[in-house]
């Protein structure tokens, strides 16, 4: 017999969409890698260093959760419960990601006594979300990517205060693509791929955010091979 779907049920992708999901954000698991050890290679002190861990342990985990459940939802849909479980930890590594992108642009570059908060109260932020997630996932969904967005934008309000403003046109221009990507990523079975496309966002607005915070936050490397 056919039940009706739920309201919210999620959209079941096709085989291909699905192949699309994986690939798009595995391919980007080794990049992130390499990146990530190319900042750490970069820094000038412990500070810089721990930064490098912070940013590029976000980075990694964003590329390889979501990995991870796209090819547990496309192969293994028989074990519900631990799509479920990857599903939610998709949705909370977002959370954590956002966090770690800042986190280069707020530890490591000089801020106001009260702008300085942000350092941690943006892993307050992360915390919340992922608590939420645990709480209500996929009930509230608009409230969710409320969450998303809110998060992405409030330390944007610190950053731009900054004194020194080298490199955020680059942030402002990779939010601009996270913010045109969720289009699709509400799109689900509306458009072919919408979810494989918000992947390709997601990779492009990331290598943005890499490339502005190697370029102005660490030292370039020719300083390094001079150092040799
Ligand atoms: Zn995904």
């Given amino acids: 017999m056919n039940h009706p779907a739920p309201a919210n049920s999620r959209y079941k992708p096709t085989c291909y969409e699905h192949a699309a999901n994986c690939y798009t954000h595995a391919f980007l698991i080794v990049p992130a890698i390499v990146g990530s050890a190319l900042l750490h290679r970069l820094s000038d002190d412990r500070w810089e260093k721990i930064t490098a861990w912070i940013y590029g342990m976000g980075l990694c985990a964003l590329f390889i959760v979501s990995t991870v459940f796209h090819i547990i939802s ?66 509230y969904k608009i409230v969710e990517l409320f969450f998303y967005l809110a998060m992405g934008f409030s330390p944007a309000l610190v950053v731009t205060s900054m004194s020194n403003t080298e490199g955020l046109e680059e942030v402002a221009w990779g939010g601009l693509i996270y913010c045109l990507g969720v289009v699709f990523f ?43």
């Fill in 186 to 228: 509400k799109s689900d079975g509306v458009i072919p791929f919408a979810h494989a496309i918000w992947h390709v966002f997601v990779a492009t607005a990331a290598a943005v955010h890499y490339y502005a915070i190697w370029k102005y936050l660490y030292r370039s490397p020719a300083d390094i091979i001079r150092h040799l």
């Fill in 74 to 139: 496309w192969k293994k849909s028989h074990l519900r419960t631990m799509e479920h479980c990857f599903h939610m930890c998709d949705r909370m590594v977002i959370y954590v990601f956002i966090a770690a992108s800042y986190a280069p642009w707020l530890n490591l570059r000089e801020l106001g006594p009260l702008a300085s908060h942000m350092r941690w109260f943006i892993w307050l932020m992360a915390a919340g979300g992922t608590v939420y997630v645990f709480l209500y996932h996929e009930k």
